[in-house]
């Protein structure tokens, strides 16, 4: 699937929700199913800056497609990098740096966080797409 028609299929699962404790129950479900990271690689390197909970994100480079890793100490941030980590995991480096997020405003997420989540949600997005840089120059 490309990163846009996953995150067609992010917007319609939240759009069966109600409201708002239905949307954060699901972040929560999703958040237990991140492929989550190895323990070597919880260090200061793989944190992501501006975030208020710890969230460690890896990548490695297989078959020219970034494979994401990660956890985090709370978790509704722990269901926010699972979101992105579904979008852009296993994705090109190149689509990943020419996708857009506006899938996280379609489904509200932005303006249903703190100030500091919301900065944070910048943030992971931010790493992921420095990590798909990193690897784009690698293979060019």
């Given amino acids: 699937m490309t990163i846009e028609e996953i995150q067609n299929d992010i917007v319609d699962e939240f759009s069966m929700f109600d409201d708002w404790m239905q949307r954060y129950e699901y972040m929560i479900e999703l958040g237990k199913s991140l492929p989550l990271i190895n323990e070597q690689y919880k260090t200061d390197d793989n944190l992501i800056k501006g975030c208020q909970s710890k969230v460690w994100v890896h990548a490695t480079l297989e078959n020219d497609k970034i494979i994401f890793t990660a956890d985090s100490d709370a978790i509704i941030t722990k269901g926010i990098i699972a979101i992105l980590i579904r979008a852009f995991s296993n994705q090109k480096p190149k689509?990943?740096?020419?996708?857009?997020?506006?899938?996280?405003?379609?489904i509200g997420l932005k303006e249903h966080l703190s100030p500091t989540r919301a900065n944070g949600l910048v943030s992971m997005i931010k790493q992921l797409k420095m990590y798909a840089i990193a690897y784009q120059t690698q293979l060019n």
């Fill in 95 to 106: 689509d990943i740096i020419e996708a857009n997020t506006n899938f996280i405003d379609e």
